[in-house]
């Protein structure tokens, strides 16, 4: 079956602007993260999504981001006032129920604030 | 809740060497501990995982070990290859919010 996707793959914004980043778990997985992975770097995590239980938002890095999830399928992680330091792939993953299942992650948005 | 460190952050050998990434864990209560490779510009694939049940697993040139009494678990690679370089993430659950939590990350570079 399909793997999670995310959208855009790129998108380029200019700073001050509010950006809308897409992704599609995985058909029935419960499960599903934000990361966010600057160049080089490793995986930051940002929130977390299980169930119908209230999300982890522990890592989102200011108010700025926030996300949500519809109908418990697919997840829009929205920045506003983009900064040029949000510039980075942001990484969506999915897994089933449990916390000791794999994570399958999608291709990734990279954003570039300019 | 759960803290991954993860050692070293490069990693650098020849053709044929062999390659021990080490992680280390806070959760005592943690049962799953998976390895993921993500290469140059492609997303993170899970690689092998093991479960706190066994103390070692192995898929043909990788293997991971765990020890739990030392909160520490492994990924040792054999006769390493230029295409094994990427970077490599350890994680291990929080139970607490029933998620995984990731290391850092190790760069590693093999060279012909």
């Known amino acids: 079956g399909a793997g999670v996707s995310q959208s855009p793959s790129n998108k380029v914004t200019e700073k001050g602007k509010d950006v809308e980043l897409r992704c599609d778990p995985i058909?029935?997985?419960?499960?599903l993260y934000w990361y966010r992975q600057s160049l080089g770097q490793g995986l930051e995590f940002l929130i977390y999504f299980q169930g119908n239980s209230a999300p982890d938002k522990s890592g989102l890095p200011s108010d700025r981001f926030s996300a949500e999830r519809t109908g418990g399928s697919v997840s829009t992680l929205t920045i506003q006032r983009t900064q040029q330091e949000d510039s980075a792939v942001y990484l969506c993953?999915?897994?089933?129920?449990?916390?000791?299942?794999?994570?399958?992650f999608g291709p990734g948005t990279r954003l570039t604030v300019l | 809740g759960e803290n991954v460190e993860q050692h070293p952050s490069t990693l650098s050998v020849q053709e044929g060497d062999s390659a021990v990434i080490k992680c280390t864990y806070s959760?005592?209560?943690?049962?799953?501990f998976p390895w993921y490779k993500q290469e140059l510009g492609k997303r993170p694939q899970l690689i092998i995982d093991i479960r706190s049940n066994v103390g070692e697993k192995k898929d043909q040139r990788i293997a991971v070990t765990l020890n739990k009494t030392a909160k520490h678990f492994s990924l040792h690679i054999t006769e390493t290859q230029p295409e094994d370089s990427a970077v490599y993430f350890c994680a291990a659950e929080d139970t607490g919010f029933q998620k995984l939590v990731f290391g850092t990350g190790t760069r590693l570079l093999v060279s012909p």
């Open positions: 058909s029935g997985h419960t499960a």
């Open positions: 993953a999915s897994s089933s129920a449990l916390s000791y299942n794999e994570q399958f």
């Open positions: 959760d005592s209560a943690s049962n799953y």
